[in-house]
């Protein structure tokens, strides 16, 4: 029972997390039509972020605050220098986005060197939850990002910014001659997309081993999330993520992190198999 | 307030507009009239910026509209209700109506033109019947306080009942507010009903300019029969 309980409270963790970085891979290709393959750079380099400025001596919360945020300013940069040239050709953002990432990967072992650092865990001890001992940084992980998911929602579907994103991914040219200014929501949905896998990296950082190649790991679950629950929507990632989250743990918890990602892996195969348009359009024909 | 001079445009390698030239002066409704594909649609996409232009020029108020973007020419008060209508299905009436309406202007302005929208408020565009829809399209393109309106087939598809009502709403509501229109129409009877002022467009040039009173059977029958 108490073992099912902490299975549980980590399982939570992990797809709250996996839910942050595929809502950010979905902003960004519902409203740009670009794949971004550097998406799990991004959030390596939220963790790096928080690894810098802890050795400049900030606090660790102001580097969870901050990091994100620089990391969704390179975003700016990326989108400004190189991701814009390729809008409209679905398979050169693949390409562009691809490159990026191993630019970023290779920097980060220039200024950092290609081993893995640790970044120094907030000492905030634990708490009993329902009888059961954990520690108290993990539930903040899980707030933080439960608060991230719901922010972003309230972005798109409260705020007239979100009514523009939403008017842009349905039809561009029409959300134009209404007068929006649609380049400058590209930018913006680019770093806040950039901006939500920076966080995802930064509030794991202390829970992980920061390396430059740790973008990988969570880039591929990612993109199963999305294509899992289809594409289309804001929802979808979210289903997705907790299914792919899900499947991953338990079969983490009964075999072996490697079994798990095979399982996940065939899992996926098999639902894409049959549902080609991904879990939420059974739910949309219905409708 | 808007004129056009020698414009010159088209797709990929084939030219649609020939150096085409017209003026719509203040509180002007002109209706575009003539054979299909004979750049009637490619003129208004030119003038909101959709397609660029090879040469010529465009001004609205005097200034040009060259080489701005669809967006600032749209905040420059052109207000656009292109064929097929394009509402955001996947939104509410009112959430189309509200994009209109973030730089100045009210969503009321949509509501008392056509007042049967507001009961579908939060119904998604995409569920209403095609006459609704195009007043929704109208009723976006107004609620943007707009001193020039481009419309683009606003009759098709629409029962015919529904069209004189649409009509005569739109015709009273851009008197009164002294708008300058540019209709393109199939219908030729509605256009010519509606409007001052008929240019005949042939082969993408602007092949005749007549009152709307003065256009005889002989006169649409060489312009518009194949």
Known sequence: ?287 | MLEIQELHAGYGGGEVLRGLSLGVAHGEIVALLGRNGMGKTTLLRCIMGLLPHAAGSIRLEGQPLSGLDCFEIARRGVAYVPQGREIFGQLTVEENLRLAALRGGTIETGYDLFPGLRARAKDPGGSLSGGQQQQLAIARAMVAKPRLLLLDEPSEGIQPSVVNEIADIVTRSVRSMGLSVLLVEQNTDLALRVADRAVFVDHGVDAASIASRAVTREILASYMEL
């Open chain 1, 1 to 287: 029972m108490d073992r099912i309980l902490i299975f549980l409270l980590d399982s939570s963790n992990a797809i709250l997390v996996l839910m942050l970085v595929s809502l950010g891979l979905a902003v960004i290709f519902g409203l740009m039509n670009v794949i971004n393959m550097a998406h799990g750079e991004f959030l390596v380099l939220g963790a790096y972020g928080v690894l810098t400025l802890q050795w400049a001596g900030l606090p660790f919360a102001a580097c969870l605050v901050i990091a994100p945020m620089l990391v969704a300013l390179i975003g700016l940069a990326a989108e400004e220098l190189l991701i814009r040239r390729t809008y409209e050709r679905l398979l050169d953002t693949i390409l562009a986005t691809w490159g990026l990432s191993l630019v970023l990967r290779q920097g980060l072992v220039l200024i950092y060197g290609p081993g893995s650092h640790a970044v120094a865990a907030p000492d905030m001890g634990s708490v009993p939850v329902f009888g059961e001992i954990y520690p108290v940084y993990r539930l903040v992980v899980m707030a933080l990002s439960a608060a991230a998911i719901a922010f972003t929602f309230w972005v798109f579907f409260r705020t007239a910014l979100g009514l523009q994103a939403r008017a842009v991914i349905a039809n561009r040219n029409m959300a134009a001659c209404l007068g929006i200014n649609t380049r400058m929501l590209d930018r913006l949905t680019f770093a806040f997309g950039a901006g939500l896998a920076g966080l995802a990296g930064a509030v794991m950082s202390p829970l992980i081993s920061v390396d430059p190649n740790a973008g990988l790991g969570w880039l591929v679950p990612g993109f199963l999330s999305i294509l899992v629950a289809g594409l289309g929507s804001l929802s979808g990632p979210i289903v997705g993520a907790a299914g792919v989250g899900a499947v991953d743990s338990l079969a983490a918890a009964i075999s072996s992190p490697v079994w798990a990602q095979l399982t996940v892996f065939v899992a996926a195969i098999i639902v894409i198999r049959f549902f080609p348009q991904g879990l939420m359009a059974l739910k949309r024909r219905e409708a």
